[in-house]
């Protein structure tokens, strides 16, 4: 869910869309930067590097290949912070795995953490629910919506570089449904788990297995 | 008590959690030299066929993908697709630097040149004159030579390959020197953290 380095620097307009982005990226960082607090720092840490790693795991998909994002998640729990975050991860990837780039890592960032931080508000409030039905579809929407408003994103920042790009941007995302399905499973089964043994991590209540009570010993 | 005694379903469910976890390391690990989006491209000639495979990282064949050939000007001076096996061929038409490009249709793709030295001197030049600094007799020479030349050649060619695989490959240190930076990286948002908070309680 990246825009390919090099592929935008080539045109006048692609230039002008990399630097918004950049600069949008910037302002979100430092907004998420500015809301970060000791009990985020750590978590944010640990789901950077998860976004870092979970890059490496493809799920190949037709001529290309993708990896889970995990985008709705990092959103759910970190808010604004995914920002950093995500710019750190990506920051890593670049250098250390060649993906994407260092002239793309603006508007990559904005790309991924938006979607993240639309999803924690859209779902942060419903994933507190107590019924782990509910939970579990809360969480699978918010890794979908997440993928799929990335890869609008990405289409959307490709059509405005230029009409060249249009057709390209209309391929990644038509890749990113069966993807979004994929990462709303993940994400859905994530958010159960964590309201079970990690609920803090989501400012929710612990959620009791379904029919059972907690006993404390 | 009994409850003591029992494991509570917290408990069941942090052990759930853990198997998950190496379940999902134990995933990692295998799947590390993984494949990517990251295209690669890598081709030689012999004779006038220009021989060729593009995989993305990990040496994962890149299916049915068109290729093309450009010459210095940037025309379009040949066309084909990659097999099965990622692999492709074409048939050099004149004796100039061919840029090969692979693109997979999502923006990803990537370029290979072969130079117009690798192309025999039968074929007819086409763009800048072309300059050989690596085989100036080469149509002059003994047969004999010319045969170990290819040989040579073909060696070298499945060197560079080595090499470039090698160069791809993703270690696990770049993994745990990648998340070791996150972990430095948190440890000197701490420091701010707590320069925020002493300046506060100072202004308070």
């Known amino acids: 869910m990246h825009i390919y380095e090099g592929i935008l620097a080539g045109t006048a307009h692609g230039r002008e869309v990399l630097l918004a982005g950049a600069a949008i990226g910037a302002a979100g960082t430092a907004l998420g930067l500015f809301k970060l607090d000791y009990e985020r720092v750590p978590r944010a840490a640990v789901l950077s590097s998860a976004f870092f790693v979970a890059s490496l795991i493809h799920v190949p998909l037709g001529p290309t290949s993708e990896h889970l ?20 991860a990506l920051l890593l990837q670049a250098v250390f795995f060649s993906f994407g780039g260092l002239t793309t890592l603006g508007l990559n960032t904005l790309i991924m953490a938006l979607p993240a931080v639309a999803c924690y508000y859209l779902f942060g409030r419903a994933v507190r629910s107590g019924n782990e039905a509910t939970v579990f579809a809360v969480g699978f929407a918010a890794g979908a919506t997440a993928v799929l408003l990335g890869a609008a994103l990405n289409a959307g920042s490709l059509t405005l570089a230029g009409k060249q790009f249009r057709e390209i941007g209309m391929v990644v995302a038509a890749l990113h449904v069966p993807l979004a399905g994929i990462e709303g499973l993940v994400t859905g089964s994530v958010v159960v788990l964590l309201r079970k043994v990690r609920p803090e991590l989501l400012d929710a209540p612990l959620l009791a297995s379904s029919g059972q009570e907690i006993r404390h010993g | 008590m009994v409850e003591d005694l029992l494991p509570s379903h917290r408990g069941i469910a942090v052990g759930l959690a853990r198997r998950w976890l190496l379940a999902l390391c134990g995933a990692m690990l295998l799947a590390t ?65 061919h840029r090969l490009i692979v693109a997979t249709g999502d923006g990803h793709g990537a370029e290979f040149t072969v130079t117009a ?41 499945a060197l560079r ?37 002493k300046r506060s309680n100072r202004s308070a």
């Open chain 2, 33 to 97: 030299p993984a494949l990517a989006h990251q295209l690669y491209v890598f081709a030689h000639a012999r004779g006038s066929m220009i021989q060729g495979e593009a995989y993305f990282r990990g040496k994962i064949p890149a299916r049915n993908l068109e290729v093309k050939a450009i010459d210095p000007d940037g025309r379009t001076i040949g066309q084909t697709s990659t097999d099965e096996q990622g692999k492709f061929r074409l048939e050099a038409k004149y004796r100039c630097e």
């Open chain 2, 117 to 157: 030295a690798q192309l025999p001197h039968s074929l007819p030049t086409r763009g800048p004159a072309t300059h050989d600094h690596l085989s100036p007799n080469e149509g002059r020479r003994p047969p004999g030579e010319n045969q170990q030349l290819e040989v040579i050649r073909a060696e070298v060619a």
């Open chain 2, 161 to 197: 390959d080595e090499l470039q695989q090698y160069e791809q490959r993703t270690r696990i240190r770049d993994v745990l020197g990648g998340i070791g930076y996150i972990v430095g990286l948190s440890g000197i948002s701490f420091y701010f953290l707590g320069v925020r908070r």
């Open chain 1, 69 to 88: 994002v995990l985008c709705g998640l990092m959103g759910l729990i970190l808010g604004w912070a995914a920002f950093p975050a995500i710019l750190v």
